[in-house]
Structure formats: structure tokens, C-alpha cells
């Protein structure tokens, strides 16, 4: 067996956190599906703008939907679509094997309406519809005004992807969203065992914007504390997970809305490259990886069990003393939040330029 077979073992899904037309075209993606023990595949404007941008694989398309006179924002999800529709046929075994928690791959609503509830439930549902595969994702911004569309399209029937969660307060609203939504599809006659979420912590993004705040401090207690706050966060939100799902009186037949660990490539090269893999493992969960934090796991393990289960004392630990040494979590996450959607509004609009300029 495989590192990856064995975080596996003790509950951690590995999907990969990149899709491009050449993955797709060249067999890629569906060779790494198997040599690797890849089950599922996550995208975001950021991965479509690097995809879009490189080679020749959209030439053909960009020349289809130029004639036809699309607008670029059609192009742009229009490719989008082709290739995760593509993507989720290449994962359909997987789908079928595992019930539907694995296989699955996601798209995300137009990051420039994270602060629009309207116009992203309608997006959802269009992506939902075009998509037109039961192993897709819909990825919706866990932003204040999102939130309540969370809520409309589980209860419609469709499976999200929560995303951009930082703060365990947030999580909390996320999950009850998730409760909600699912209750609502059960009350209308849905059949809840086909609907999946996930909800994405971002984990690396949180010591980088920790860890320059404590090296601002300066103090051997506060440097001491770099590079943890993020696998603490994460484990703390683990234990959020465990007691409201146990707690939750779900429908007959509901799935438990599983944690996604995000952001897992490491932005310090000082730290450990499998740092948010190895103590992020345990049952339940997911995590979208880049290639090269894949490969750095099924080179070095690292693995030492199912870090995420019980006590979670030490990681409570850390958030306090960060807090002693002058660290305001709350201000972290209220940036991270923010900073969140603007990169992904700056590589969508980015992308909607250079496209725009090819379409011209």
C-alpha cells in the first residue's frame, strides 16, 4: 500500500486541488486517479485562470465560441463546464465505489458575487444543471451573505462544496446551514443519501498570516509559536465537527457534512512539506492537495495515525497562547476571509481579461 492508501485507511480522502484540458486530453488525470489513489478533484478560478492561460489545449473552443459571438464570461464558464463534466466522467467508478462521498469534483460560483446571496444561488443552480453529473460540486463562498445559499441549494438537491472557512465561529454557521438544508430536502422528498458537502478549512493561509504577526512581535514566546496556529485551528474545528454531527438529529439516510483541509501545500519552506496531511488525518475527512504535496506524501509518509480523534487539548493550547502573546484571531480571520475572496475575484478577473483579449 501506498502513504495515500493509508491516510485512507484512517478516514482522509485525497483529492487533487488542480484541473486543466491537458490533465484531461493527455490521460493524465485519469493515470494519477489510479497510480496515485486520487478519489476526487477540486478547481477554482485561480487553477481555471493558470489553466486557461497556458498551451493550446482551449485554442479550439476559444475559436467556437469567438464565431458563435459568446460574451467572455459564457467562454469562461463554458470551458469550465466542458472540463469538469469531463473530469467527473473520468471519476464516475470512483462515485459509484464509494457511494458518492468520493468522485466527486467541484467548480465554484463566480467569486464576484460572494457578497450576493441572489445572484449565487442562481449561478449555483445553472452550474448544477449544466454540469449535469451527479459526482459535481458546486463551491459556495462561506461569506455571511452566501451562507443562506448554502442553505437553498441543499435543500434543492444539490451537493456543495463550502468554502474559504477560517474561523471555527464561521464553521459552526456553515454546519447549521448544512442541518438546515438537509432537513428541508428530506421535508420536500428528496433523497437525501445522493446529497454530499464538504466544508473546506483553509489551513496554510492561517500561518502565513499568523506567523507574520508573530515575527512583528518578536518575542521568543511568540516566535516559538510559529507555524502552528493553523493545525491547531484545524483540529479545534475536527472537534466542532465530531460534536455537532453527533448531536445532529438528521434524516434517515443524511451524510455528515465531512471536513475538507485546503490550502495543504506548505508557503514556509521550513516546515515539514506534508505538515497539513500528517497531522490532519482521521475519519471523515478530505484533503485537497496540489501534485506536489501528493507526491511529497507518497514519498515520505510522515503518517503517525489519526491525529484529529479526541483530545484536543494541546491545540487549544496554541489558540490561547497566541492570544497571550497579543495574536486577535478574530482580526486574522476577518482578513484571511476578505483576502480570500479578493485573490479569487483578482484571478477571475484576470482571466475574464486575457480571454476577452483572445475573443477580441
Given at each position: 500500500?501506498?502513504?495515500?492508501?493509508?491516510l485512507a485507511?484512517?478516514?482522509?480522502?485525497?483529492?487533487?486541488?488542480?484541473l486543466?484540458r491537458d490533465?484531461?486530453?493527455?490521460?493524465?488525470l485519469?493515470e494519477?486517479?489510479?497510480?496515485?489513489?486520487?478519489?476526487g478533484?477540486?478547481?477554482n478560478?485561480?487553477?481555471?485562470?493558470?489553466?486557461?492561460?497556458?498551451?493550446?489545449a482551449?485554442?479550439?473552443?476559444?475559436?467556437?465560441?469567438k464565431?458563435?459571438?459568446?460574451?467572455?464570461?459564457?467562454a469562461?464558464?463554458?470551458?469550465s463546464?466542458?472540463?469538469?463534466?469531463?473530469?467527473?466522467?473520468?471519476?464516475?467508478?470512483?462515485y459509484?465505489?464509494?457511494?458518492?462521498?468520493?468522485?466527486?469534483v467541484?467548480?465554484?460560483?463566480d467569486p464576484?458575487?460572494?457578497?450576493e446571496?441572489e445572484?449565487?444561488?442562481?449561478?449555483?443552480?445553472?452550474l448544477?444543471?449544466?454540469v449535469d453529473?451527479?459526482n459535481?460540486?458546486?463551491?459556495?463562498?462561506a461569506?455571511?451573505?452566501?451562507?443562506?445559499?448554502i442553505?437553498?441549494?441543499?435543500?434543492?438537491g444539490?451537493?456543495?462544496?463550502?468554502?474559504?472557512?477560517?474561523?471555527?465561529?464561521?464553521?459552526?454557521?456553515?454546519?447549521?446551514?448544512?442541518i438546515e438544508?438537509?432537513k428541508?430536502?428530506a421535508e420536500?422528498?428528496?433523497?437525501?443519501?445522493?446529497?454530499h458537502?464538504?466544508?473546506s478549512f483553509?489551513?496554510?493561509?492561517?500561518?502565513?498570516?499568523?506567523?507574520?504577526?508573530?515575527?512583528?512581535?518578536?518575542?521568543e514566546e511568540?516566535?516559538?509559536?510559529?507555524?502552528k496556529a493553523g493545525?491547531?485551528?484545524?483540529?479545534?474545528?475536527?472537534?466542532?465537527?465530531?460534536?455537532?454531527?453527533?448531536?445532529?438529529?438528521?434524516?434517515?439516510d443524511a451524510n455528515v457534512?465531512r471536513?475538507?483541509w485546503?490550502s495543504?501545500?506548505?508557503k514556509?519552506p521550513?516546515?515539514?512539506?506534508?505538515?497539513y496531511?500528517?497531522e490532519?488525518?482521521?475519519?471523515h475527512t478530505?484533503?485537497?492537495?496540489?501534485?506536489k504535496?501528493i507526491?511529497?506524501?507518497?514519498?515520505?509518509?510522515?503518517l503517525h495515525g489519526?491525529t484529529?480523534s479526541?483530545?484536543?487539548?494541546?491545540?487549544?493550547?496554541v489558540?490561547?497562547?497566541?492570544?497571550?502573546?497579543?495574536?486577535?484571531?478574530?482580526d486574522v480571520?476577518?482578513?484571511?476571509e476578505?483576502?480570500?475572496?479578493?485573490?479569487?475575484?483578482?484571478?477571475w478577473?484576470?482571466l475574464?481579461?486575457?480571454?476577452q483579449?483572445?475573443?477580441?
Open positions: 500500500m501506498s502513504h495515500i492508501d493509508t485507511e484512517l478516514g482522509t480522502s485525497t483529492w487533487l486541488d488542480d486543466s490533465r484531461i486530453k493527455s490521460g493524465n485519469e494519477i486517479i489510479k497510480s496515485k489513489s486520487i478519489v478533484v477540486t478547481t478560478p485561480a487553477i481555471f485562470a493558470a489553466a486557461m492561460s497556458q498551451g493550446t482551449y485554442d479550439a473552443q476559444i475559436a467556437e465560441l464565431a458563435a459571438g459568446a460574451a467572455v464570461d459564457e469562461v464558464f463554458a470551458m463546464i466542458d472540463d469538469v463534466r469531463d473530469a467527473c466522467d473520468i471519476l464516475a467508478p470512483v459509484e465505489a464509494t457511494g458518492g462521498k468520493d468522485g466527486r467541484s467548480i465554484e460560483v464576484r458575487h460572494a457578497a446571496y445572484a449565487t444561488i442562481a449561478q449555483a443552480r445553472d448544477w444543471a449544466k453529473r451527479p459535481v460540486m458546486i463551491k459556495i463562498p461569506t455571511p451573505e452566501s451562507i443562506p445559499a442553505t437553498e441549494a441543499l435543500a434543492e444539490i451537493s456543495v462544496n463550502v468554502t474559504l472557512i477560517f474561523s471555527v465561529t464561521r464553521y459552526r454557521e456553515v454546519i447549521a446551514a448544512y438544508g438537509i428541508r430536502a420536500s422528498g428528496k433523497d437525501v443519501s445522493k446529497i458537502s464538504v466544508a483553509f489551513v496554510s493561509r492561517m500561518d502565513s498570516e499568523v506567523d507574520k504577526r508573530l515575527e512583528a512581535i518578536g518575542t511568540a516566535l516559538a509559536l510559529r507555524g493545525v491547531a485551528n484545524a483540529q479545534r474545528a475536527y472537534s466542532v465537527f465530531t460534536q455537532l454531527f453527533d448531536a445532529a438529529d438528521l434524516p434517515a457534512q471536513p475538507l485546503a495543504t501545500g506548505v514556509n521550513d516546515y515539514p512539506t506534508t505538515l496531511v500528517s490532519l488525518a482521521g475519519p478530505v484533503n485537497t492537495m496540489p501534485e504535496t507526491d511529497a506524501v507518497l514519498e515520505q509518509g510522515n489519526d484529529l479526541g483530545d484536543v487539548t494541546e491545540a487549544d493550547q489558540l490561547r497562547s497566541l492570544s497571550e502573546v497579543g495574536i486577535d484571531l478574530e480571520f476577518a482578513v484571511l476578505r483576502e480570500g475572496v479578493e485573490k479569487f475575484v483578482a484571478a478577473v484576470e475574464l481579461e486575457s480571454m483579449a483572445r475573443l477580441s
